[in-house]
């Protein structure tokens, strides 16, 4: 349902309500009851009248979906002051934001992790649980620049976001920025409210309610007319908690020894090499050079940023008609430019094994 004001502007209130009721954790819980699904129907035994098993593929959207819901439930001590969204669709549907909180000390974007009892260490471009650096800080601050264009263009005033990375149970959290440098906010998710409500009033009553105003419209944030369909998510999220509990962490894939099994080799490798002397030379045949594959994986680069970067006009703020057909037709065709994507890397992978098996035999 729109309505329509004296000024000839839309006011989308299903689309309102739509983002409004969106659950913390929805995108992430979808993405899991959409691969235990899958699993199921491979393989039926995962779900008997006696118990449901996860799969490993989706146990970590299913503790990510726990680790949002979490951070949900704490948001919502916050007074009636603070706007809260939570999966706040993206572009044309290629993205969400975890949480958008909106209050006196200003915008922020909250990207959710959950890492029980890992030990969390931060420096100045990096955050990591032991050796293995993750993309945490980065994906914090795409997130945080995304939110404020699509702000700034919606209430035609330069916003400023501050990105948070709220950790879910870890064991510890060892920042060593310092704590005039931290362009990312890392901090244990039980101090988040606190430090929401610590921070100095950055934004007046004026900002702050058409902030507000531009934060609740849809249009800021997505095109999706599909938004609003939410499938009764969350209630199945939560017959799958309630069916499955808290399952244990796969164990990881122990790596084969190197002297344990003999390498994987195709049967022409093990032919007798007096029968392999220059088969294509024999048959006249040229096989391709290293220029030829030069030129073939370029071709793949050039159509491989053609379709990132058409994806990435799609992902800007919708601020005009014309502006707004882009998304819509990246919608349209976004399962063809991923299968085009897919399949020209596909052909560059085959053409490089099979030089390289001409290039082994020459």
Known sequence: MTFT????????????????????????ALKCLEIQTKAESRDPSLRTPQRVILHDDAWPWYQGALGEIKVGRMLSALGP????????????????????VIGPGGV???NTKHHAGAN?????????????????LQDGRRDGADVAKRLSAKAEFPVSVGPVVALVDPQSVNDKR????????????????????????????TKLSLLKLAAEEPKTWHVDPQTANTLRVMPRFERLVADVGTPR??????????TSAAPRCSPALTVDRSQ?????????????????LLKLWFSVAIIVVAIFTFRSIANQPCVSPVGCIVPL??????????????????????????????????
């Open 178 to 205: 310092s704590p005039h440098n931290r362009p990312v906010v890392v901090l244990n998710a039980l101090k988040l409210v606190a430090w929401l409500k610590a921070q100095p009033q950055n934004l007046s009553d």
């Open 276 to 292: 392999q002397k220059a088969p294509a030379a024999r048959k006249g045949a040229r096989g391709p050079t290293a220029g030829d």
């Open 108 to 110: 922020f974007v909250i």
């Open 249 to 258: 962490k796969p164990a990881a894939a122990t790596p084969r020894s190197r």
């Open 81 to 100: 002051e603070w706007f809260v969204r939570h999966s706040v669709p993206i572009g044309a549907r290629t993205k969400d934001v975890d949480h958008l």
């Open 329 to 362: 037709l990246y919608l349209g065709v976004k399962p063809l430019l991923m299968l085009a994507g897919a399949g020209v890397i596909g052909f560059g992978g085959i053409a490089t094994v099979k030089w390289l098996a001409h290039d082994a035999f020459r």
């Open 5 to 28: 004001d004296h000024a000839g502007k839309h006011t989308d209130f299903a689309g309102i309500q739509s983002l409004s009721s969106r659950e913390a954790g929805y995108a992430v």
């Open 120 to 136: 969390i260490w931060v420096v100045d471009h990096a955050l990591g649980i032991n050796k293995s650096a993750l993309r945490h």
